[in-house]
Every structure is written in C-alpha cells, then in structure tokens.
C-alpha cells in the first residue's frame, strides 16, 4: 500500500453531542454528526496501527537501547583510541 493516509484512526467527537466517528483514512474537511446533525468536533488521532516510519523509530530506539547496554565497553574503546592519538 502507498497510499499516505493518516496513521492509525482518528476519531472525531461530536461536541453537541458526544458521538463519535471514525475516519481510518483521511478526516473530511467537515464532517457531519450522523446523530444530531453537528459540525463541531473535537479530533483526537490515535496510531492504532504502526506503518513503516513507525516502524523504523522503534527499531531505532531499540538500537540505541541496545547500544546503551553496551556502551561501557565501546566507551574504553574510543578512550583508548583517543589516547593513542
Ligand atoms: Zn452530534
């Protein structure tokens, strides 16, 4: 798929009346309250479902976690290159 949607669902909350709607995709300009017909809405997105970037900032700080835990031996290694120089 490489469609750019929004990612996750964004759910837009009626402000008359508290229903909410769903949008998976892209969020309408103006939407319209299936329940008592407003058009004021409180949105909220919520990345439900990770896509690739999402994807990748996690493996990155997985990495970075993981370089962290060996990050006492690599320390000593660039001290001791930066003595050698
Ligand atoms: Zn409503």
């Given at each position: 798929m490489g469609s750019r949607n929004v990612n996750g669902v964004v759910t837009l909350v009626c402000?008359?009346?508290?229903?909410?709607?769903?949008?998976?995709?892209?969020?309408?300009?103006?939407?319209t309250c299936?329940?008592?017909?407003g058009t004021v809405f409180r949105?909220?997105?919520t990345p439900t479902e990770p896509d690739e970037a999402a994807i990748d900032a996690l493996e990155v700080q997985?990495?970075?976690?993981?370089?962290?835990?060996?990050?006492p031996e690599t320390t000593?290694?660039?001290?001791?290159d930066l003595d050698l120089l």
């Open positions: 402000i008359t009346c508290g229903k909410e709607l769903y949008f998976t995709h892209d969020v309408p300009a103006a939407a299936t329940q008592c017909a949105t909220f997105s997985a990495r970075s976690m993981a370089y962290g835990d060996s990050s000593r290694g660039d001290v001791r």
